[in-house]
């Protein structure tokens, strides 16, 4: 568990380090937003792509396959980090489409990047917040991150919309506006 603990530890201070090294900032078009830290050099998945296939655990410890929803509803997926404020800016916009769209050809899962080790904070925060959607937890197998790896999160927040035949039909790093998520949302599940 200790060596578990501080391999997560040492891959959050390497993206945290890689982020200060060789960063650009990102901001949204509307320019209201928070500047997005991003590495430089790695490609996010973009539209048209198939997505990865992956399999995690949530916050109640169940698990999660991206595969099983595929024939059924289109996923918003929202990479986040506790320590991410423009993410924490993000989370109300989330919980507003989870409601709008939720049910409805849309499942929204957000995958979380700070390990299981953050769980009792999370907790607290889906309470506070009033968090509607699922959280699943990104895992480390090696160096890598399970999920954000093979989709390029180069930062955080980050959205991808896969429709039900499990292409990516949008993705962006950093801020999106509301009626921007809606049309992408309204364009994947009509399909």
Not at 94 to 113: H, Y
Not at 144 to 149: Q, W
Request: glycine share 8%; charged share 25%; hydrophobic share 45%.
């Amino acid at each position: 568990m200790i060596a578990r603990t501080l391999a997560v530890s040492a891959a959050i201070l390497l993206v945290l380090c890689l982020f200060a090294g060789g960063s650009h900032a990102q901001e949204s078009k509307a320019g209201s937003y928070s500047k997005i830290p991003t590495v430089k050099g790695i490609e996010t998945l973009a539209a048209g792509t198939t997505a990865p296939d992956f399999t995690v655990r949530d916050l109640f410890d169940k698990e999660f396959r991206l595969k099983d929803c595929l024939g059924k509803d289109s996923v918003l997926l929202f990479f986040w980090s506790f320590f991410c404020g423009p993410c924490r800016e993000e989370i109300p916009m989330i919980n507003q489409v989870t409601s709008e769209f939720g049910g409805k050809g849309l499942q929204v899962v957000s995958v979380n990047l700070d390990g299981r080790e953050m769980k009792k904070a999370i907790d607290k925060f889906v309470v506070n917040e009033k968090v509607a959607f699922r959280i699943v937890f990104d895992e480390l197998a090696g160096d890598s991150f399970l999920v954000a790896d093979p989709y390029g999160v180069a930062g955080t927040p980050a959205l991808f919309i896969i429709d039900k035949k499990g292409v990516i039909s949008y993705s962006v790093v950093g801020a999106v506006t509301p009626e921007q998520l809606r049309k992408e949302i309204q364009k994947a599940t009509s399909r």
